[in-house]
Structures are given as structure tokens and as C-alpha cells.
């Protein structure tokens, strides 16, 4: 080492920050005032695809999430407000800068004693059950917990009957008739005629369709949206159908939206209480506020002072109708 002394400079100097001495970073946000309004059609790790609603002929636009917007849960249906490149070309990505609030919630859970909820859907108007009469066995309990999930979550139900042409339907129908929600049937029997009865009943509307695998949602959807392309499969030796749906995606209809929707084997109701049934029927929202607090609304020998059997002693309620609203109660406690 040379015994000559080091000569210093400027650039020798190394100078660290404090603190606060740095430009604290300002917490306003643009307002995105010239946002455009869209509908959340499908959702990929970490990606939106949106539907403009200024022009439905444009190509679906790629979208993120907003860093503003943190962990906010954007799902199928959602309606949201974009920004960026909305050309919808590849390569492009917008950004999700508003989450509007949601009018109805289709959830379920894994099981009755899962805390999580899962959105399936958001928005949607309506929920048609889809549930075949043969191939496979049709299962009543799946379709009275799709019922609670849809009154619950603000959605009309429809009852989709599919395959008719391997069995009666009337017998299954039957079961809702005191219900008074729409039922549909469908089978090879009767093609055009369920087609545009399901049509219909679709019109206008945003609709989910939930049911089993191998029920032939997919099928319907490609019935109905010949584009859409969806897969289906055919049902195994034991009766369960494969998985022929990964996701939820939502496809137009020529006045419209549907969204198909993964094929489930269980349909958990953690997140619903039996008042939150009761309360979507407009005649029994009243009458249960007289009922005990906790009161299942199930009748003796469970709840022997609920106040829906006073209802129907006045002939205010059909016992019919209760009757078939109790059986679908039974889901959340069975």
C-alpha cells in the first residue's frame, strides 16, 4: 500500500435520506371520469374479461385490477367501470377502476360447515336449475338447496327439466307446483318447444345456469348460443357426469346473458339463515316477524310456535304453498 495520503472528493460523499425527507406520497386518486361502463364475461389469474356496454359488437376487452382497488373480489357479472386500451385487440390490457355495487349474489360454500362463501355469480336476474328427469337419477335435494341459494341471494328461480324424452317430468315438477316459480322442459321430444319456452323465460335478462355435471347445461348453452362452442360430454356408467365447465363465463344472447357455470356436486348454504328464504316471499316477510327469535319456520315438532301455521289457520296462506316452502327449509337443516 503506496505511504501517499488518499485525496477525497465530492463523489466520496454518500448521503442518507431521513426519514421524512423524502415527498410523502399523496393519497388522492383520479376519479376516472371518463370511465366506461362494462360487464365482468369471464376471469383468469388475474385477468377480466369486460363486455362494453357502449357497443356489445366490440370485441371483449382484457382487463386488471386497479391498484386503488386492493384485493376487491371482482367476479362474473360484476358490473365495472374500465379505463386504458379499450380496442380489445391482443396484447392490450385495460384497467379496473370501479366496482359497482352488486344487486343480487348467487353463493355457495364447499359444505354447511365451510365459512368461506364462493361467488359464483353477480347480477344476475335470474337462476335456472338445470336438472335432468333419467341419465342422471334427478336428485330433489340439489334442487331445493339451488332453490334457498336463489331466493337468498335475490335471484328468480327456474326449473329446467331436461331429457324428457326418457321419462315423465310431471311427477318432479310437481314437487314446486305451490311454489309458483317457472318450470321449463326440454328433451328430444321437444326441442323448439323448450328451446323457446327457455327463451323466454331468458329474454332480457341475465341468467345462470347451475346444475350436476352431465344434466346437459353445456348443451343447452351451445343450443342457445351456437358460437359459444361450450363443450359436453357424456355422462358415465355410474351416473355422475364429467366436468365439461371449468369456469363461469358469461355469453350474449341476442337480448341478453347467460352464464354457464361449472358443473357441482354439492351445494353448501353456511352463509343462509331460514329467514333469509322466507323473507324473498313478498306474502311471508311480514308474517315471520312475529315468530321467536331462532324459529326455523319448520313447524312442530321443531318450531310448534312459528307464526306461518297462524298464517294459514287465518286462510291467509295456502298450506300447500307452506308445505312446499318447508320442504325446501328442510336443506338447511338436513
Sequence with gaps: ???????????????????????????????????????????????????????????????????????????????????????????????????????????????????????????????????AVADPVPRSGFVDRCLVAAYAGGLTPVLCLTKSDLTDPAPFAAQYADLDFPVVVTGRDRVEEGLAALGAEMSGRVCALVGHSGVGKSTLVNALVPEADQSTGRVSGVGKGRHTTTGAIALPLADGWVVDTPGVRSFGLAHVSADDVVAAFGDLAAAIEDCPRGCGHLGPPADPECALDDLVSAGGLAPGRLGALRRILVALSA
Excluded at 51 to 76: F, K, Q
Design 1 to 131: 500500500m503506496s505511504g501517499k495520503a488518499r485525496e477525497y472528493d465530492e463523489t466520496d460523499v454518500r448521503v442518507r435520506p431521513g426519514r421524512r425527507g423524502s415527498r410523502p406520497r399523496s393519497k388522492r386518486r383520479p376519479d376516472h371520469a371518463d370511465a366506461s361502463p362494462a360487464m365482468v364475461t369471464a376471469v383468469d389469474r388475474g385477468r377480466w374479461t369486460c363486455a362494453p356496454d357502449a357497443d356489445p359488437s366490440r370485441p371483449p376487452v382484457t382487463a386488471m385490477r386497479a391498484r386503488e382497488l386492493g384485493r376487491t373480489p371482482i367476479v362474473v357479472g360484476d358490473r365495472v367501470d374500465v379505463v386504458g386500451d379499450l380496442s380489445g385487440e391482443t396484447d392490450t390490457l385495460a384497467r379496473i377502476v370501479r366496482v359497482h355495487d352488486r344487486r343480487t349474489l348467487l353463493r355457495r360454500t364447499a359444505d354447511d360447515t365451510d365459512a368461506f362463501e364462493r361467488v359464483i355469480v353477480a347480477n344476475a336476474d335470474r337462476l335456472i336449475i338445470v336438472t
